[in-house]
């Protein structure tokens, strides 16, 4: 059976702009949203906005998913109080899951060792490289980049701009704070929703606001 549920990782301060896109138009296209906090309490965004988690990290059960997002906070540099989800994340990878991580959570990433093997991005080169992490030389300067790990290997087809091969289990997908659309254009492809001339007509529609691409979309 198709597994059909993505997890929205939520906690405090995270980042609730850089995944509206993503969660829209996945929900528009058969996908079930569930989100996961450190516990079921409350979290409020950094736009003030309260969640309340649709479960603990702790029931988190990666073989029920399609994929997990994890969207930047100000708590990611901020110590050790989100590292749990990078461990899941981990997790998620090692059982062919894939991740998705824009932001700090990048940083989160990079800490954990997710990111030495793999291809990615980031804010900036010098923000990872901060982090003390080891995969500086797999830095790619792009709006948003998909590794898709033992697959990629495998040479399956790759999603969309910036996509690598290296590094083992499933795929990962990273990006910057101001790219919020062409993190949502990798997973949308990624997991299927659109693909070639319609997904490139939707990041025009959303990126460039290029009235001509609604046409195609709806064609």
């Known amino acids: 059976?198709?597994?059909?549920?993505?997890?929205?990782?939520?906690?405090?301060?995270?980042a609730d702009w850089e995944t509206g896109h993503t969660t829209a138009h996945l929900a528009q296209h058969g996908f079930t949203v569930r989100t996961v906090g450190p516990t079921t309490d409350p979290v409020t965004s950094m736009g003030g906005l309260t969640v309340r988690p649709d479960l603990?990290?702790?029931?988190?059960?990666?073989?029920?998913?399609?994929?997990?997002?994890?969207p930047g906070a100000g708590l990611w540099d901020a110590g050790d109080e989100l590292a749990p989800f990078a461990r899941a994340?981990?997790?998620?990878?090692?059982?062919?899951?894939?991740?998705?991580?824009?932001c700090g959570?990048?940083?989160?990433?990079?800490r954990e060792g997710l990111l030495d093997e793999r291809a990615h991005t980031s804010a900036v080169s010098f923000y990872l490289a901060a982090t003390g992490y080891g995969g500086g030389k797999h830095y790619v300067d792009a709006d948003a980049v998909t590794d898709h790990g033992r697959a990629g290997r495998d040479g399956a087809g790759s999603g969309g701009a910036g996509s690598g091969g290296a590094g083992s289990g499933g795929?990962?997908?990273?990006?910057?704070?101001?790219?919020?659309?062409?993190?949502?254009?990798?997973?949308?492809?990624?997991?299927?929703v659109f693909e070639g001339e319609k997904l490139n007509a939707w990041y025009r529609l959303f990126h460039d606001s290029d009235a001509s691409a609604y046409e195609v979309l709806q064609g």
């Open 89 to 102: 994340a981990r997790t998620c990878l090692d059982a062919g899951v894939p991740v998705a991580a824009i």
């Open 171 to 192: 795929a990962l997908v990273t990006a910057g704070p101001t790219e919020p659309v062409a993190f949502a254009r990798e997973i949308l492809a990624l997991l299927g």
């Open 105 to 110: 959570a990048t940083a989160g990433l990079a």
């Open 56 to 70: 603990a990290l702790a029931e988190l059960r990666p073989e029920d998913g399609a994929l997990l997002i994890l």
């Open 1 to 14: 059976m198709t597994r059909r549920t993505v997890y929205l990782a939520v906690y405090d301060t995270y």
